[in-house]
C-alpha cells in the first residue's frame, strides 16, 4: 500500500513562489513515478509533472521553466518549487504514485496524497 502525505500549499499573489511537499514516497520511488497533479474548479485533475525512478522529469507545457520537481533521499520526501505562479495556478495539488510514465503518457496504478490547496491572486 502506498502512503502519501502534501503539504504546502498556500495564497500567494501572482508573480510569488511556493513549495509544496510530498512525505513518504522513500519507500516507492524505485517503483513508481512520482510527481504532482492538480485540478482546478470544475476541471479534470490534469499532470504538473512526473518523475521516473531514473530521475527523467515530465513537465506540462504550462508550468515549464517555472517548476522544478526534486526530492531528498535522507528525508524520503518529494518537493515541488513553483516559481513564477499565475492565477492560473490555483488548484488542489496532489502528490502522486503512478506505475509508469514516459513522453507518451502515463498509466497503471494510481496513488493520491490527501491534497494541498494552492491559491494565486492576480
Known amino acids: 500500500q502506498v502512503q502519501l502525505v502534501d503539504s504546502g500549499g498556500g495564497s500567494v499573489e501572482a508573480g510569488g513562489s511556493l513549495r509544496l511537499s510530498c512525505a513518504g514516497f522513500g519507500s516507492t520511488y524505485s517503483r513508481y513515478c512520482m510527481g504532482w497533479f492538480r485540478q482546478a474548479a470544475g476541471q479534470e485533475r490534469e499532470k504538473v509533472v512526473l518523475?521516473?525512478?531514473?530521475?527523467?522529469?515530465y513537465y506540462a507545457d504550462s508550468v515549464k521553466g517555472r517548476f522544478t520537481i526534486s526530492q531528498d533521499n535522507a528525508k524520503k520526501t518529494l518537493y515541488l518549487h513553483m516559481n513564477s505562479l499565475k492565477a492560473e495556478d490555483t488548484a488542489m495539488y496532489y502528490c502522486?504514485?503512478?506505475?509508469?510514465?514516459?513522453?507518451?503518457?502515463?498509466?497503471?496504478?494510481?496513488?493520491w496524497g490527501q491534497g494541498t490547496q494552492v491559491t494565486v491572486s492576480s
Open positions: 502522486a504514485a503512478v506505475s509508469w510514465c514516459g513522453i507518451g503518457g502515463f498509466g497503471g496504478n494510481h496513488y
Open positions: 518523475v521516473t525512478a531514473g530521475g527523467t522529469a
